[in-house]
């Protein structure tokens, strides 16, 4: 049997077996060996009756009535299916008395007169076989039951050990995989050294106990989805050289009562056996909600009880065991304060979306294992994808090797990134979707009120891209912008400027064609989030102050928020709508004064996007600085009013 072994760093070097199979358990299950030994007794036992019935040779029935006659017949046990007994007559072979098997016509009285009047020793009884009639009636029927039963918990997902398939579903990271460490994984740089300290803790405990700390319990890993939770587990079991448990919150949880604690006790009680090691629990809040919460009757649930048995179990191991606790969840927010306190979750590492920094060493990453064009710039790659996490830019690069592969190129050039990015951030083109002639004419112009008004506030960020060919679901067309740094705050200017640019659209259809349409939906509802925002949560209102009003759920790393709970009166509430409305309507005269200053660079614009369908944002600008300066401005204080 393969063994590993693991230095603890106090001298001593225990052997830990892993490679141990779970057919070798099975077979040592006492359970199974008294199950052997039965079926076993009763396969002998059948066999017996086969061979006794073997030495008995069959004769027909009318040679039995003869043997009768002739008094040959020494006694006969005779059944409603057989005849058995001894002949007067010896076997010439063993010189023993002959002993014969017929099957009578059918039982009658006649036959028992003819014996008794000829001194044949008989006697009736019924057909017991007793074994046969226990396998066909009791044994088969239950036994395909058993079988059907456990069929259908395998399929409902309940597998592993013991009848009710109570067992853990506990993954231990093999040795003979590749590994995966912290040179694999690009930025994160905070998280990895967080990560880095408890793997040395595994390594060499002295270290900390010399300076009479502790390695810390628990290490929960926070942050929005595909920013690397998971890989960054893998790559701690890669560098830790100890034995690494995986199981994924879900898989405590199943349909009989007790299963989710029993596999918790069995979980730690594993990990105590092959200490040093470490347990990793994917997709925490699945099972480490606050409790109280989703239980409609108020009771402890199934969840509750398997949290409760995790709580205690973190308490009470000892961290010299060297057994540390890995998690990972993007709803810290939702988790039992009870599983957050020290001593149990001693450590939070947060595993946010990179920087721009981060996001160039991802991109660099993954496009090693690229054919890349000379005109690849990973550099304005990472620029136009802010916000994106680690997931979406290997989805990007992916993206961008299927559309290399579609117009049958031998590399991935800037175009192939360009398109791929238009594809994640407004979805697939929709060449097929053909627009009118009266709405293509109407999307050029709400689009290149975007693009003007965002050229022209003062803190707009720079136009990349202008494009009126359908995508997704229902745009008809997009203008995005590339950001020139990365920014954590906004002021009350910016989020002004922001209104304008959602507004221009529908402000340039109704300057333009007298009428706005339904295109402008999501811009509005974007816009009108952004004034309640500065009203009821910035303090932005002059008549309300610096106050906050309504409490909102947020999901603070999923980027949701949830419904407000309302705690003002009447009367406030409608002084929000006014300021609310006060806002996107100073805003709405502004963007409608820029455009009808700019009214001949705004025809221009729409005539180079529906003549070329997609614009970038130098031609933007080359088209504002052909036709000069317009009217003159409004001063800068009155665009930030």
């Not at 590993?4 to 070097?13: A, D, E, I, P, Y």
């Not at 460490?181 to 390594?203: H, M, R």
């Not at 939702?334 to 947060?350: H, M, N």
């Not at 999501?522 to 910035?538: C, G, H, K, P, V």
Request: proline content about 4%.
């Amino acid at each position: 049997m393969k063994k590993t072994k693991f230095n603890l760093g106090n001298g001593k070097k225990p052997e830990i077996e892993l490679n141990k199979t779970t057919s070798e358990k099975f077979w040592q299950n006492p359970n199974f060996t008294f199950w052997i030994y039965l079926i076993f007794i009763l396969i002998s036992f059948q066999f017996y009756q086969r061979y006794q019935q073997a030495r008995q040779q069959e004769i027909p029935y009318s040679e039995f009535l003869t043997h009768v006659q002739n008094q040959e017949v020494a006694e006969a046990v005779v059944t409603d299916r057989l005849i058995t007994g001894t002949l007067t007559l010896s076997d010439e072979k063993t010189g023993q008395p002959r002993r014969f098997i017929t099957v009578p016509l059918m039982w009658n009285n006649d036959l028992a007169m003819t014996l008794e009047k000829q001194g044949v020793k008989y006697s009736v009884r019924q057909n017991t076989n007793w074994l046969g009639k226990f396998l066909f009636n009791w044994v088969l029927p239950f036994g395909l039951l058993f079988l059907f039963w456990g069929w259908m918990a395998k399929r409902m997902g309940s597998m592993g050990r013991g009848m009710l398939n109570i067992g853990n579903k506990i993954h231990i990271h093999p040795n003979n995989l590749p590994k995966v460490t912290f040179d694999d994984v690009a930025g994160a740089e905070e998280a990895k050294q967080e990560l880095k300290e408890s793997v040395d803790f595994l390594k060499d405990p002295s270290q900390i106990q010399e300076l009479g700390g502790r390695m810390p319990k628990g290490v929960l890993m926070v942050g929005p989805p595909g920013t690397g939770k998971t890989l960054l587990a893998r790559a701690v079991a890669g560098e830790s050289e100890v034995p690494f448990f995986s199981i994924s919150g879900s898989e405590f949880i199943e349909m009989f009562v007790g299963v989710g604690a029993a596999r918790v006790r069995e979980l730690f009680e594993q990990a105590r056996q092959k200490a040093p090691c470490i347990i990793f629990i994917d997709e925490l809040d699945a099972i480490g909600r606050s409790r109280g919460i989703g239980s409609p009757m108020g009771g402890h649930d199934e969840r509750e009880q398997t949290l409760n048995q995790i709580l205690s179990e973190m308490d009470g191991f000892d961290p010299s065991t060297g057994v540390v606790v890995l998690a990972a969840t993007n709803r810290p927010e939702i988790l039992d304060k009870a599983l957050l306190r020290a001593g149990r979750f001693d450590r939070q590492v947060l595993v946010d979306k990179p920087d721009l920094r981060d996001r160039k060493a991802i991109l660099k990453l993954h496009a090693e294992k690229l054919e890349m064009g000379d005109d690849v710039d990973l550099a304005v790659v990472a620029q136009r994808t802010p916000g994106f996490t680690g997931a979406d830019l290997e989805n990007i690069c992916n993206e961008a090797a299927i559309q290399a592969l579609r117009r049958k190129g031998k590399a991935v050039t800037m175009k192939d990134f360009e398109a791929a990015i238009d594809r994640i951030i407004a979805g697939p083109e929709k060449k097929h979707r053909a627009l009118n002639p009266e709405e293509k004419h109407r999307v050029a112009f709400h689009e290149s009120g975007h693009a003007l008004v965002a050229e022209t506030v003062p803190t707009g960020e720079p136009v990349h891209k202008v494009s009126i060919i359908p995508r997704g679901i229902a745009a008809l067309g997009f203008t995005l912008q590339l950001p020139v740094e990365e920014k954590f705050l906004s002021t009350e200017a910016e989020l002004n400027d922001q209104i304008a640019i959602l507004l221009a659209g529908r402000v340039a259809e109704e300057i333009v064609f007298g009428d706005i349409s339904s295109g402008a939906a999501n811009d509005l509802e974007r816009a009108s989030e952004i004034a309640r925002s500065m009203i009821t949560r910035l303090g932005m209102s002059k008549k309300l102050g610096p106050l906050t009003y309504g409490k909102h759920q947020e999901l603070q790393y999923l980027g949701i928020q949830g419904q407000e709970e309302r705690n003002f009166s009447e009367a406030t509430a409608q002084i929000i709508d006014e300021e609310t409305r006060q806002i996107v309507e100073e805003q709405h005269q502004r963007t409608i004064d820029i455009l009808t200053d700019k009214r001949k660079v705004l025809d221009a614009l729409a005539a180079r996007l529906e003549e070329k369908e997609v614009i970038s944002g130098e031609e933007v600008k080359e088209v504002i600085g052909s036709i000069g300066p317009e009217v003159e401005q409004p001063e800068e204080a009155a665009l930030n009013t």
